[in-house]
């Protein structure tokens, strides 16, 4: 059976994507969905890089400011909307293009999701404790020797995914990896084209990109989160570009080392999605 045939481009944060994608969108009849997983926040604007007003304008976005922070989102919630959305804009004969970067969305809807079995509460809850008396990276090491494909996907201060990963095989004996071998085929075919830059060229761009959300006002917009009455321990707040500028309102780094942990975690998450997006082939270098 021949399925539809979708664009992607993935590739790690600050590389140029959404500038790339829209000019693609223009020249296809396109209309983007974002494959990120923070950017669907209507909150959430200065620290995930959203695309600007202009942008927004010149090509219609799918998954851009459609969710509050107070409602639950996953990735495979995301994979079942989008694949809706994709059929749809295909319907209007229009051509869909998938952007985004969020390496498990990429994930649930590239090759789809896997029933994986729920674990019981008890190993989660001595998996909590373990977390507060062991900490995050013993507990990341661990996973890395357990199941090293699902470790690659993960950024290690996300402990939700962490000590996910690690109960389903206390649970099953068997890694996440596994059932997500097993999952049921997507609707469509994804011509994944990873976008990179040379690694001195990337992060220096990830610095700049730093320096100008702290101008554009990323302290402001987290101070008007957390009044707004959002909990710092929320998923969407407890990622990079949000906890450190959380933890330097809390008094836990000043505004110097807020900049450098800042910089220093985008460079290393980047460094994580490109070692993900390896298994893709097709690859374009931009400059």
Not at 26 to 41: C, T, W, Y
Not at 192 to 214: F, P
Not at 231 to 252: D, R, V, W
């Amino acid at each position: 059976m021949e399925f539809p045939r979708i664009q992607v481009f993935a590739g790690p944060t600050a590389v140029g994507k959404t500038a790339y994608a829209i000019e693609y969108a223009l020249r296809n009849n396109g209309e983007i969905v974002s494959a990120d997983s923070r950017q669907i926040f209507k909150e959430l604007h200065i620290g995930t890089a959203k695309p600007s007003e202009a942008e927004l304008r010149a090509v219609p976005h799918h998954f851009i400011s459609e969710k509050n922070l107070s409602e639950p989102y996953s990735a495979g919630i995301f994979a079942s909307e989008a694949n809706a959305r994709l059929a749809d804009i295909l319907a209007r004969e229009k051509n869909p293009i998938v952007c985004g970067g969020s390496t498990l969305y990429l994930q649930a809807l590239v090759y789809g999701l896997s029933e994986i079995p729920e674990a019981a509460p008890e190993v989660r809850n001595n998996l909590m404790i373990e977390l507060s008396e062991r900490g995050s990276k013993a507990l990341f090491q661990e996973l890395v020797l357990a199941d090293p494909a699902y470790a690659q996907t993960l950024d290690p201060t996300k402990t939700q995914r962490l000590i996910r990963g690690l109960e389903v095989i206390r649970s099953t004996g068997k890694p996440i990896s596994f059932f997500h071998q097993q999952q049921s085929r997507p609707p469509f075919t994804f011509d994944v084209t990873v976008l990179n830059r040379e690694r001195k060229t990337l992060y220096e761009r990830i610095n700049l990109r730093v320096d100008q959300m702290l101008q554009e006002g990323l302290i402001n917009e987290v101070q008007e989160i957390l009044h707004a009455g959002f909990s710092p321990e929320i998923n969407p707040l407890k990622t990079i570009g949000y906890q450190e500028p959380i933890a330097y309102l809390l008094g836990a780094l000043s505004y110097e080392q807020m900049i450098a942990l800042l910089k220093q975690h985008t460079r290393n998450y980047a460094k994580r999605q490109l070692t993900w997006f390896r298994r893709f082939e097709q690859q374009l270098l931009l400059y």
